[in-house]
């Protein structure tokens, strides 16, 4: 009776990760999509984005009066078909409109754009929300190209930086990636949102990121696991949730090495106790 108590537990437990997961996904699908003054990369940037649409994407898009007089906001309707579109001052505070979403995406962020954010200056609304973004955490993408000294697209156009002025410029983007800011090529902008939201769905349920998979962090992570585990022991390797049915298929006086950030079931605990299997994590015992 007690095991079938457990095991009610155990399921609702599962009930309610799964809702909660649900739900930040269905927040993760909406993005608020922020143009500032660059060209380079736009096309590519806004092509890739475009094919989180078929992933169930929503896109709001907030652009600077800068971006909206050199860009060709046609094509980025007909690609993104967002559900709004705003030319310089939106509806709504800046604020609000980074507290209302949970992903901000940057496809063309200038050099200009990117040097008053990081050094936390808002001349205009988009600047504004992707500067509030930050300062909320929340998950900001960004593509390179456009604020890149070292894009060679930048040399076709005929610029030419001294190296003092370059190194500004990156001092600047890396200014804004300490921030929390993610960077990536534009062709490559859809990629990098689903492994951003992955991250941040991972660190929402309390996943370390060592544990993320398939990885080559998560394949060091399982070796260091298993050359810290005591002799004779297992290392857990069934994914984020060690639950009962792994444990009932252990002999009694089994030791579990269980990696960081995984979850185990109170019903595989309480197994684990009946049946005198010892469970590991990090040198600690878990239980």
Known sequence: MHENLNETIENA??????SYIEAIRARQLNVLVVFTGAKLGCADAVASLSTLRDKGYAFNVLMSEKAASILDIESIDQALLPQNIWVGQPP???EQLAREADT???????ASSCSHVANILTDTPAQACITESLMLGKSVICAVDGCCPDNPLRAEEGFKFTEAMAQRMRDNRDAVRDYGAAFTPASKLADKV???QEQALRAALGLAEASAAP???????????AATAPSGSVVYEGGNVLSATFVR???AGTVVSVPEGTLVSPLARDLARTNNITLISLGRQAD
């Open 249 to 251: 298929t252990l002999a």
């Open 13 to 18: 437990v599962r009930t309610v990760i799964r």
């Open 215 to 225: 990885s080559s962090a998560s394949a060091c992570a399982k070796a260091a696991s």
């Open 194 to 196: 689903l492994s951003v």
């Open 92 to 94: 709504v505070h800046a």
């Open 104 to 110: 901000i995406v940057v496809p063309t962020l200038s």
